[in-house]
């Protein structure tokens, strides 16, 4: 068994589950071994006693779950603090010691290894984000200071944010690099007043030669915490440093931002990233499917990216795909079976009775519910049958067979046929992509 593949398996979509906070603080630096020859027997290794005691206290029921998903039997987990050291090879040339140097540097900093600007998916979306943040890269404290870069979540802003630093980083590991979220940044000043060492808290700090807060939004209406914030700010800029914030929504639209902060936040470049498109979808997917070594057909990223909007989500998506590809599922079946789940997560309840889909089809596309039901083959009703064929294997889970009954009669090969030139079209037409999501949308609001 892969046990590392294993964990970084189970890491990825735990990531996606919890805070980044509580990810980095708890889960990061966290390793899986196998326990004695007991089958489904694992011993998680944490870098100290808080960690094992919060994984096992808050986290275990849903890490069991994740594993046991996986392995496609009952997981028993211990924990153990044992402070992972990362492997030498006997002989390690020049080339490798700095390899393992500059990624101990980016950890060490708190950034992802694997948020760079290569595997950053570009569109029109986020186009000018993108160079705006490889320029500050290269010319810290003097292209866009501060860089603001906001909207809603998935879009990309954390993964940005990260590659500044470790693109500075991999320059010049001696750079002071300072990311944190706001969240993170507001403990530990509650903490420094509490422990009375503020002094500590200012040195760490203003002496960042590049400081990158994430969800920046979260200091708003906490008044010790902003003049911390305004004052650690005004430092780092009178330096010469650079800042990089992010934000789910623009500095005039965070609600009890102080008006010294919200003018200093407007004083640099703010850009505004938007929801990713379908082929942008597309892209991000098949891009971490290659970082994660997770083979996918793009008929399937393509399906995936069609139906599911939000980025997270789509990571998700991928991840329960590479579970089903694990266990021998075919592509096509596995895609079903994951966007059977895609609302809110979790299957979806069949409280909407077949026949009245069928009645808001007939609504949708203006034709009576016969003309769906019915024989013709005319492309105005052959391609409403075909869409709701799909929608209900995909959404509701119901059998060929089963559909083939409510229309009509026909064999569970027609209906066959029907989803798959349906899953065919849905990349390459964006007027089915929208009576998709319309339909949808009557039906379930």
């Known amino acids: 068994m892969d046990v590392d ?4 398996s189970v890491l990825g979509e735990i ?7 509580q990810f980095i603080s708890f889960f990061k630096n966290t390793r899986l071994s196998t326990s ?19 994984l096992k206290t808050r986290y275990l029921t849903l890490i069991k779950r994740m594993l046991e998903e996986r ?24 080339l490798f010691e700095s390899v ?4 101990n540097v980016i950890r060490n900093a708190g950034l992802n290894p694997n948020y760079t600007f290569e595997s950053f998916a570009v569109s029109d979306s986020n186009q000018m984000a993108h160079a705006a943040s490889q320029a500050v890269s290269t010319k810290l404290g003097q292209a866009y200071n501060p860089l603001f870069l906001w909207g809603i979540t998935g879009v990309g802003k954390t993964h940005l944010m990260q590659a500044i630093g470790r693109e500075v980083l991999l320059k010049n590991p001696q750079t002071q690099v300072i990311y944190c979220t706001g969240e993170e940044f507001t403990n530990e000043i509650i903490e420094a007043i509490r422990t009375r060492t503020s002094g500590i808290f200012k040195r760490k700090y203003r002496n960042a030669q590049l400081f990158m807060v994430d969800d920046v939004q979260f200091i708003a209406g906490k008044e010790s915490v902003q ?16 800042v990089v914030l992010t934000s789910d929504k623009p500095p005039s639209a965070i609600k009890e931002l ?45 399906s995936l990216a069609a139906n599911i909007e939000d980025v997270r ?5 991928l991840l329960r795909y590479s579970t089903e590809e694990r266990k021998g599922t075919l592509p096509y079946e596995a895609v079903s079976h994951i966007l059977s789940r895609a609302r809110g997560g979790k299957p979806l309840e069949k409280n909407v009775r077949p026949d009245k889909i069928i009645e808001l089809f007939a609504v949708h596309f203006d034709l009576k519910p016969e003309y769906i039901t019915g024989k013709s083959r005319k492309k105005q009703f052959t391609e409403p049958r075909q869409l709701l064929m799909y929608l209900l294997r995909h959404e509701m889970g119901i059998s060929f067979t089963e559909i083939g009954k409510l229309l009509g009669g026909r064999d569970h090969t027609t209906i066959m046929h029907g989803v798959e030139k349906i899953t065919s079209l849905l990349p390459k037409k964006e007027h089915i992509r929208e009576d998709l999501s319309q339909v949808r949308h009557l039906i379930w609001g």
């Open 15 to 21: 990531e996606l589950e919890v805070s980044r906070g």
């Open 258 to 302: 102080e008006t010294r902060l919200r003018s200093r936040f407007e004083g640099g470049l703010i850009i505004d990233i938007t929801p990713p498109n379908f082929e942008l979808r597309t892209a991000i997917l098949l891009i971490k499917a290659q970082s994660r070594g997770i083979s996918i057909p793009i008929d399937a990223a393509k």
């Open 313 to 317: 989500a789509i990571e998700g998506a």
């Open 5 to 8: 593949g294993l964990w970084n």
């Open 36 to 54: 004695g020859d007991k089958q489904g027997s694992f011993i998680i290794h944490c870098p100290n006693l808080n960690d094992a005691t919060m």
């Open 71 to 94: 392995i496609q039997q009952p997981v028993s987990l211990l924990f153990n603090v044992s402070p992972h050291q990362p492997r030498q090879a006997e002989s390690p040339g020049p």
């Open 100 to 103: 393992i140097s500059h990624e």
């Open 227 to 242: 003049t911390e914030f305004f004052h650690t700010f005004n430092s780092i800029l009178n330096s010469g440093s650079q």
